[in-house]
DNA sequence: CCCGACCCTGACCGATCGGTCAGCTACCAT
DNA sequence: ATGGTAGCTGACCGATCGGTCAGGGTCGGG
């Protein structure tokens, strides 16, 4: 049942975000009470964190395995990682970037835009040059944008393309 | 007043995303009432599709230069003029990701869509390749994650780094 | 001086929001 | 049979939502 609702508010979420899909609609496409969600769940925002905690963990474990790489020999495992992490929790990404800014205020989500930041670092080759920081930031964004947007391909394609698009981007096209 | 109800609306809408500012929030911001809100706009949503008017044209127009060009003629122009209005109306465009799927809704803002999706034609090459389709649509979200994500560099640089990130994306490195 | 037009506002409305609660049902060990 | 527990629900709550409305303030032109 638990499953069930988490299914159910993933798909409401993604599509509507996380105000904009009330307790009445996750009820609704279970199907079951309101209260029923309720009983289940602490409350509203208890729903969404348990949705976002394994990505979040996911994400986390990359950047632990990230973090024993230095220098631009993370670029190639941050970008598969990434890659797959963004096909595997697609609907989870679009409500990520979506509600990215009202997650500082709550505590339990608070983690993630730093993880995006240390993901974001290790693309870059640890590098603080403005164009490394910036494509980092594009291949961030680029991928979830076309992982979330229907774009009609098949997935292991998709992920592909995805791994070849986002090195180009970084401008380290071979591997 | 219009004007600073629409900066007001702006930057709420920006940072809570369209449902999580109510028209209190930005009464309070701009400061007014929330009654005056409604003297100016007839409803919340007019306040929307007022925003993403400006946006929405520009993207319009940059779509009817491109459609005069052919094939992989359109991608240099598509890069640049996309950067631009990327830069141009930042905040509009992260509101435009964040609400994206609902806008389907409405039919004021229904274009928007459609013409994300001519662009990303025109940065295809008008190919229909799975690289070249994934590889558009990496472009469209970097840029836009880029840009509405806090990175510390000028402008000028950006909008540098930004047309090279993409032209690095979609495998046209020179010009 | 008055009038109409334009701005703006407090008070109010029904609807919907997230959340609570008492109680119903089904099941299982004793 | 019985008591306890887990799952679930309808009814209800206060708060807040978007939106309405009658009226007050402030002008410039006749």
Redesign the interface.
Known sequence: MRRHILDAALRLFA???F??ASLQDIAAEVPCSKASLLYHFAEKEAILTELLTPPAEGLSALNGQLDALEGSRAVEPAVTGYVGLAMQFHLELKII???L??MLGHPALAVIPPAVDRLADALAGRSRE??A???A??????????VA?G?D?PPD??RD??I???R????HPHS
């Open positions: 599509h509507h975000g105000k904009g970037f979506a509600e800014p009202q403005p164009g920081l910036v494509s930031r594009m291949v961030i964004g680029g991928v979830a944008v076309a947007g774009v391909v394609v998709m393309e995805l070849r698009g986002a180009r981007t970084l401008g």
